[in-house]
């Protein structure tokens, strides 16, 4: 019997379990992500049912809005956690012909161009939006527009900003992963591999800290016109300035070490 080569037993592996392919290297985000993704799978079944029911149904004049509005819940759960499952378990389509033929060095550079500079920014980017977007169904108790439908609309919406964390989190084990085959991580090289994603997520806190404490600090300003306080303006240079302190600190320690070590 001919021996059965690795590169066969990935890629029946990848077709069957993706999660269980490169198990070995996977970090807890990673293992997060797969998790998530494994319970996500049984939506879809719940899906199958739910609009075969809901075609009978209506076939016999007993339509239900209420079913519409699950098979739009259950489908866009779905579809969010398998946005970060593909990243996870690097099962999204490509399109390019090349990648294959490339080196793992070449892999990686090129993975952590797309998950630092341009991935990553915009999953950091929505997860912010949608926080707002989901406060604010909740403030109002979003139901659905149907007087039948399934009324907490809220909570899907609070689940979309929660799934794109997930997939920054599987995104930055993903970082790691790769960043790992050109050389051993360390927190500045972190750093540069995300760092439009690091600036945003720095700025996004300062921003946040000092809305609070103008809010506390002045009990009757309106809200909307906080974000105009000169306070708040520089937020963009202070979460730089902060990320190339923090990056600048990571490498000289890390320096300091290897000397200690040699």
Not at 206 to 231: C, F, G, K, Q, T
């Amino acid at each position: 019997m001919s021996e059965i080569s690795t590169d066969t037993i990935d890629h029946v592996t990848k077709i069957s379990d993706p999660g269980e392919r490169n198990r070995e290297s996977h970090l807890w985000g990673d293992r997060l992500m797969v998790l998530l993704g494994n319970i996500a799978a049984w939506l879809f079944p719940i899906l199958m049912v739910a609009i075969v029911a809901q075609v009978f149904m209506r076939k016999f004049g007993f339509n239900q809005a209420w079913l519409d509005d699950a098979q739009w819940w259950i489908y866009g759960t779905a579809l969010l956690t398998g946005f970060g499952y593909a990243i996870t378990t690097n099962s999204h389509v490509r399109v390019d012909i090349l990648h294959e033929n490339y080196s793992p060095k070449k892999k990686a550079r090129i993975e952590l161009v797309a998950l630092g500079w341009c991935l990553m920014p915009f999953l950091v980017l929505m997860a912010d939006i949608l926080t707002h977007y989901a406060y604010a169904s909740i403030i109002a108790r979003e139901g659905s527009d149907s007087p039948n439908g399934l009324h907490g609309l809220y909570l899907l919406k609070s689940i979309m900003p929660l799934l794109f964390i997930a997939a920054i989190i599987a995104s930055f084990a993903a970082l790691y992963r790769n960043l790992s085959v050109l050389r051993k991580p360390a927190l500045w090289s972190l750093f540069i591999a995300a760092f439009p994603t690091v600036w945003f997520i720095a700025e996004r806190v300062i921003y946040y800290i000092l809305w609070w404490v103008v809010r506390l600090s002045n009990s009757e300003i309106a809200d909307r016109r906080i974000s105009r306080e000169p306070l708040l303006e520089p937020t963009m240079w202070y979460g730089l300035a902060i990320v190339i302190i923090i990056a600048i600190a990571s490498f000289v320690l890390g320096k300091r070490r290897q000397s200690e070590a040699a």
